[in-house]
C-alpha cells in the first residue's frame, strides 16, 4: 500500500505539470498511467508535430513538450505507474483507496484525475478466440522483442507500428505481414523496406487480407485470412501482433460516482474540485463555461487544484502563496538553493 499526498491519474502534459505545481508547494505525488510511456496525446497522437501555442515557447513537438516537462519536474523524484490503469476508488476514514488494474492500492486525501479523453486502449482481433489467446500468442504492443525469437508470426496493421515491427520482428522470426488495403498507411520508407524485404523473401505479405478464423487449443497453430473476394488462405503461426491503432475510452472514470456531462467531469473552478471532495479534474477530461481543450488551459488548472489539495493533506498548516523566483522553500524543493 503505498501512502502519498496526492495520486495523479494520467501522465498527459496536464498531469505531469500538476506534479510540478505540487511540488513546489511540497506536496509529494504519485502518478498512474495506462500507457507504456508518460506524454498523453502529445506522445501517443503527435510526438513529431509541432506546437505553437504553449507559452514562451514559440515551438516544440509533442515528444520535446514531454520531456521539457519531466526535466521541470525532475528534482520531485517521482513514482510513475505506468501500464497500470486506476479501476477503482472508495473512500476509507479521511482517504481515498485508490486500486490498479495491477492490484496496487493507494491511500490519499486527494485525487487529480488528469485522464484527458480517458485511458487508451489498443483495437483489437474481433474474430473469435482472439481474447482466449491474449497476452499468451494475441499482443497488441510488443514489451520484450525476445519472447518473439525464432517464432512463426502474424502482425496485422498498416500504419507504422506494424511496418516497423515487421521489419524488425524479421532478423529474427519467420513474419508474415497482414493488411487488408494494398497500400500501407505508416511512413513511406518503411513501407519501402518492407516491400524491399519481401522481395528478398525475409518478410511474407498478404494484402488485402483480414483474419477469419484462429485455431488452437492451448496455444495457437494456425490462423485462417480472408480476402476482399473471399480467398482463404492458411498461415501456420505461434504469436498474433495486432496494430490497429488506439481508442479512447472514459473507462473506470465513469464508475466512480462523479457527475459527468457528455463524457468530461464537471468542476468548480474555483479549485477544480468535483462532486467529491477531495477529487479533482483538470485537462481535457473536465468541463465548465468557456472550457478550452488547449494544453495551457491545464496548465492554469493544475495549480488551482494543487493549491486545493494542500487543504487536505496538511489540514493543520496555512498555505502561503509565494513567487518561485523569491521563495526560498520553493527553490530548496526545486533544488536551486540549498537549506540552511
Ligand atoms: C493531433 C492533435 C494536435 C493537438 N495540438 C494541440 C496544440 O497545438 N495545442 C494545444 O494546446 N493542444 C493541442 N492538442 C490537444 C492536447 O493534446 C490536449 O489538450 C492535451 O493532451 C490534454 O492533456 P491531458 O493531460 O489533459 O490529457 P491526455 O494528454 O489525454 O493524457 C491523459 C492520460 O490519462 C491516462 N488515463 C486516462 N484514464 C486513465 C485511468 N483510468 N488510469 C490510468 N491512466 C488513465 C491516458 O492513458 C493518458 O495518457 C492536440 C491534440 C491532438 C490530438
Known sequence: MIKTDVLVIGAGPVGLFAVHQLGIIGLKAEVVDNLDKVGGQCIELYPDKPIYDIPATPECTGESLTKNLLEQIKPFKTNFHLNERV????????????????????????IIIAGGVGSFEPRKFSVDGAEKFENKN?????????????????????GDSALD??????????????????????????????????????LIIKTPFQIDSIEGDKNIKAITIKSEDNKIEKITTDHLLGFFGLIMKLGPIAEWGLN?????????????????????????????????????????EGALAARACFKLARPNEKYRFEFTTTSKSMQERIGVKKSD
Open 87 to 110: 479501476q477503482a476508488i472508495s473512500k476509507e476514514n479521511e482517504n481515498w483507496k485508490i486500486i490498479t488494474s495491477k492490484n496496487k492500492t493507494f491511500i490519499s486525501p486527494n
Open 138 to 158: 494475441v499482443f497488441y504492443s510488443v514489451k520484450d522483442k525476445n519472447y518473439f525469437k525464432d517464432k512463426e508470426i502474424c502482425i496485422f496493421g498498416g
Open 165 to 202: 515491427w515487421a521489419i524488425e520482428l524479421s532478423k529474427i522470426s519467420k513474419v508474415t505481414l497482414v493488411h487488408r488495403r494494398n497500400e500501407f498507411r505508416g511512413a513511406e520508407h518503411s513501407a519501402e523496406i518492407a516491400r524491399k524485404l519481401e522481395k528478398e523473401g525475409k
Open 260 to 300: 459527468l456531462e457528455k463524457k468530461t467531469i464537471p468542476v468548480n473552478t474555483e479549485n477544480f474540485q468535483t462532486n467529491k471532495d477531495g477529487i479533482f479534474a483538470i485537462g481535457d477530461i473536465c468541463t465548465y463555461p468557456g472550457k478550452l481543450k488547449l494544453i495551457l488551459s491545464g496548465f492554469h
